[in-house]
C-alpha cells in the first residue's frame, strides 16, 4: 500500500520547530535595496498604531514612526529622509503598478516658512503620514473574535498561538489589546503535529485519497502516546470526507471503505496521518452536509439518526437551538413548556438530556428513555452509597465506550 504525507516540509517545520521571540531583532539586510519590503511590512503589520489619522478615521504611521519600527522588528538603522525617500517610490510605483498588489496612500498637512518652508512664506505640502491603503477587509471586532477563538482553543499547540495572533492583529484597522494567551501548566496537553495533520487531511481531501491514522491517548505526563492495547494501535483507513469543529475540538468527518455511516475522528489525537495513494475516492462517496451532521451529532458523537420527541422549558429554548440548530419541529404548546421534534444521535440527545434535566424530559424514542433511566440509576447509585462502591466498568456501556464517552 502507498502511502504519502505531505511534501510541505514548511508546515511541518512550524508544527514543530519554536517560534522567534516577540521583539528580538533581525539582523540587518546587507543590501539596501531590501529595505523598501521591510517597510511595506511594518506598514501592513503596525497600521493600527498609527498615530495620524484622516477624517474617516483611517490611521498614518508618520516616517518617524517608520524608523523605530525597522529598528524594533528589523534592527534595520535608517534615518527619516532614506524612509521618505523609499516611500515615495513606493507610492509612485503602486499608482503606476497595481498589478503589484499593494497601493499606499499619504496625509496631507502643511507647513509655512516658520516651520522651515520657502523662504517666500509659501505653504509646502508636507506627507505627515503614511498606510497600506485597503490593507484589510476586516472589521475590529470580527479579528477580535478570530484572535480570542485562536487563543481559547485547546488543540492549538502553544508556538502556533502566538504565530496566529501575530498574524491576525495585522488584518484589523484598529489596536487591538490581546488577553494573555500563556497557557500555564497546559502547553504540552497538545499533539504538536496538528497542524501538519490539517494539511494532510485536507490535501487527501482535495485529492480523493484516503488516509489512514493511529488514534493515539494522552498520558498522565500530558503527552500523547501510542497505546499498549491492540486495538489501540489499530491504523484506521478511511475514506475522508470534511473537517470540521464542534465544542472547541477539529474533527475527521469520514467512512470507512465500503460503508455509508458516518464517523468523526478527533484530529488532535491522531499520529502517523498518511494518504494512502492506492485509495482512490469517488466524489459521491467523498461528500458530507457538514452542518446536517452537525446538528444531529451533538458532542460529534457518532451512531445512527433517530427521531426524537421531547419535551422542554421554554425558558430553556436556547440550549436547545445551541445544540440542535433550527432543524426542530414544535407542537403541543403550554404556558410553560412545548413538545419538539428533531432527529439527532442517540447519545447526542443522551448528553445533552442528561446536562439539563432540569429544563428537558426525552418522551420517545422508547429506547433513549431506557438508557436515560439506566444512566440515572447508576448516578444514584454512584452518590447514594460509599465512595467508589459502583466500579467505572458499571456505569458505562459498550455504546458509550465506542461513542467515545
Known sequence: MATTTTGKKASQAKASGSSAKAGARKPTPVDKKLWPFYILEVLRRHAPEGVE????????????????????????????????DNLTRLHDASMDHPELGFRLEYLEGERN??????????????????????????????????????????VIPQNHVKDLVGKLLPLSPEKIVVPGIERVGHASVVNNDFFLNVEVLNEAIRRRRRVEFVLGAFGTDGRLHKGSAPEQR????????????????????????????????????????????????????ARADVARFREQHAYAMSGKVLNVVLRINKRALHTLFDQFGPSVHFKNEQVDTIDVELRAALYSVLF?????????????????????????????????????????????SADESINGA
Open 352 to 396: 445533552w438530556a442528561l446536562q439539563y434535566y432540569r429544563s428537558v424530559e426525552v418522551l420517545s424514542p422508547p429506547e433513549l428513555r431506557e438508557v436515560l433511566a439506566d444512566a440515572g440509576r447508576a448516578v444514584c447509585g454512584m452518590y447514594a452509597g460509599e465512595p467508589g462502591a459502583v466500579g467505572l466498568a458499571e456505569r458505562q
Open 53 to 84: 489619522r484622516d477624517g474617516e478615521g483611517n490611521r498614518y504611521l508618520t516616517r518617524r514612526q517608520i524608523v523605530g519600527f525597522l529598528e524594533q522588528d528589523y534592527g534595520i538603522d535608517t534615518q527619516v529622509k532614506a524612509v521618505g
Open 113 to 154: 516658512a516658520a516651520a522651515g518652508a520657502s523662504s517666500r512664506g509659501e505653504k509646502q505640502v508636507l506627507r505627515r503620514g503614511w498606510r497600506w491603503a485597503d490593507a484589510s477587509e476586516f472589521e475590529p471586532s470580527e479579528v477580535r473574535m478570530l484572535v480570542d477563538t485562536v487563543i481559547a482553543s485547546p
Open 234 to 285: 489499530k491504523v484506521h483507513n478511511v475514506v475522508p470526507m470534511q473537517l470540521l469543529i464542534s465544542k472547541g475540538h477539529y474533527y475527521l468527518l469520514a467512512h470507512y471503505a465500503g460503508g455509508e455511516e458516518e464517523y468523526k475522528f478527533r484530529i488532535d489525537l491522531m499520529l502517523d496521518v498518511r494518504i494512502d495513494e492506492d485509495g482512490v475516492v469517488d466524489a459521491g462517496a
